[in-house]
């Protein structure tokens, strides 16, 4: 006859938990009495709740096991009813391995989207950079207004067969803040508007984006605002890539025409076998740190891309993550805030020489918000395999890149 005290021991190892839960099991012939057999305790809580301490097989097996171990050698378990328990040893191994062989599936086919989605941002990358120097015609669906006197806003508008539209300037809650009208249209069947920021109400509309709606456009397709220029850069953000044009930045989704410009452009594309097509091109590069070197009379020139700010906050960090220095500067009129750092900290010690990290008080917030430089791309390096770019004392990868425009001419250049 089996030890009640052993078996009950046996059952503590499974559950592996020092939780206050008891089970005793009576034996009856070499078998487990299930009628004075007792488990105490909650069961919705506590041990019961933890998945990892699910029954597996490994546990299925030492059961099986310890019943054979203490089985009555007078009266052995019958061979139907040990067939029947390794049946169901091998279903759960089985059941086990298929949920692994789903688990490697998903985990396939997340690296295949991945895939195919870097290979799109590739493509749309490329795409954009081959308008620079094109003339273009984008759908337009914003208007940026910065509340300033004598500004007027231009706004381009297709007719298609209307002969007239009513175009409605709408703030973020959705108010309609301005009301214009057209005044005709020309052979291309398209309307030229100008907003100078006032409201209905003869008020000055406060600086933000505002959406530009045109009554009837959800019935007539042909009724859109649009922006028309030659492309003078793109920039590649989180949202994309945004193409520079007519002094706005959109989307390159909302291209609808593109015609050969003054120039032809950038036939290239960003991979490494065409960064060539860069060469003499004035870029903008992110910058995440400074490198001071502790010179006499050094000053280090920070540019930050701030948008609708009115200030930024800036903090330098060393590499042991101390901040070092802060600084807080107004935005100008073109969305920029510039820093200058002598390599001062605000101890009023002068720092180590080294990099220091750029940090900017809500930057996890607002992918907008960065520090840049700028240059001409003056020559390719390949590294490994790999194709950087030379701009002025630095050699950056294409993946610093945010912005690729053409370099301004100087007067009387060849």
């Not at 490697?104 to 308008?131: H, I, R």
């Not at 709408?170 to 398209?190: A, I, Q, Y």
């Not at 948008?307 to 590499?319: F, K, N, T």
């Not at 010690?349 to 930057?363: T, W």
């Amino acid at each position: 006859m089996a030890d009640v005290s052993s078996v009950s021991s046996s059952i503590d190892l499974l559950t592996k938990s020092s939780e206050p839960y008891t089970a005793t099991a009576a034996i009856n012939d070499g078998f487990i009495d299930a009628a004075s057999s007792t488990v105490t305790g909650d069961r919705t809580t506590g041990l019961f709740d933890i998945s990892g301490n699910n029954l597996g097989k490994d546990d299925f097996l030492t059961l099986l096991v310890t019943q054979l171990q203490y089985q009555d050698p007078l009266n052995p378990m019958e061979n139907t009813e040990f067939i029947s328990q390794l049946a169901q040893f091998s279903a759960l191994e089985n059941s086990t391995n298929v949920e692994k062989a789903i688990g490697n599936l998903g985990d396939s086919f997340k690296s295949t989207v991945e895939a195919q989605q870097y290979s799109a941002q590739s493509m749309n990358n490329t795409a954009a950079v081959s308008l620079i120097g094109k003339e273009v015609r984008m759908r337009q669906t914003t208007v940026n207004w910065y509340a300033k006197a004598g500004v007027q806003v231009p706004i381009n508008v297709h007719l298609g067969n209307n002969n007239s539209a009513v175009v409605e300037i709408v703030n973020r809650d959705g108010e309609v803040v301005k009301t214009l009208r057209t005044t005709g249209k020309d052979s291309e069947n398209s309307a030229a508007l100008q907003w100078d920021g006032t409201t209905d109400t003869e008020e000055i509309a406060p600086s933000d984006v505002y959406e530009i709606r045109i009554q009837g456009q959800e019935e007539h397709p042909e009724l859109y605002a649009f922006a028309q220029d030659v492309v003078e850069g793109v920039r590649f953000s989180s949202e994309g890539a945004l193409v520079k044009i007519a002094g706005q930045e959109l989307s390159i989704g909302n291209v609808l025409d593109v015609s050969i410009g003054g120039n032809n452009g950038i036939t290239g594309s960003l991979s490494s076998s065409s960064a060539v097509a860069l060469l003499g091109k004035e870029v903008r590069m992110r910058q995440t740190s400074v490198s001071y070197r502790g010179m006499a009379n050094e000053q280090l020139a920070i540019n930050v891309e701030a948008g609708a700010r009115q200030y930024v906050q800036m903090e330098l960090i060393d590499s042991s993550g101390r901040m070092v220095y802060a600084a807080t500067t107004q935005v100008d009129e073109g969305g920029l805030a510039r820093f200058s750092w002598n390599g001062l900290k605000n101890d009023g010690s002068y720092a180590d020489p080294g990099e220091y990290r750029i940090r900017f008080v809500g930057e996890e917030n607002d992918q907008t918000l960065y520090a840049f430089s700028e240059g001409i791309v003056s020559g390719i390096a390949n590294l490994g395999g790999d194709a950087r770019l030379r701009v002025g004392n630095y050699t950056v990868p294409l993946s610093s890149i945010i912005d690729i425009a053409e370099a301004e001419t100087e007067v009387g250049a060849v």
